[in-house]
């Protein structure tokens, strides 16, 4: 039987063939971690909107969110009904908000130490983005401002 060759005569042997060996990487067992800071959003953008949207107006601001890029794309969204969001708001580094009764749900929910380090974003609510052209202008402008501040924080 052929006993088991030494590791370092192996690494010779590769080397005098001219062959660089290829070791398998073995994935690092990361132990959990407590809550994230708030300066450490994993959550790169979410969008306030108003829980009145209809379909024609949802399909407008999905396409916008999309052409604005992959992390607006997959921005997470929240609607306002009766002045409460309908959910939970996580800490984001940038939130798009389409009206003023959806910003100040926004603020009435979000903690002082997640406004000072987020970027927010006001926006014209979707009904008049789609009747007047300044408004489209306006959330185009929104979304490029949106769009940079995620650039410069890698996301």
Known sequence: MNAPMPAAHRARVLHALGLTPWVRR???????????ELGDADV?????????CNARELDLLGRALHAGGAALARA???SVQG???ASSVPAARAYLVFGDAQAHALGRALPAAVMSQALIVLADEPKLVLADATAKRRLWNALRSVRRALASAGA
Do not use: D, F, T
């Open 83 to 85: 002045g409460q969001l």
């Open 26 to 36: 073995v994935a690092k067992v990361v132990p959990a971690m407590a809550e994230p």
């Open 44 to 52: 790169a953008c979410v969008v306030i909107l108003p829980a009145s």
């Open 76 to 78: 997470a969204r929240i």
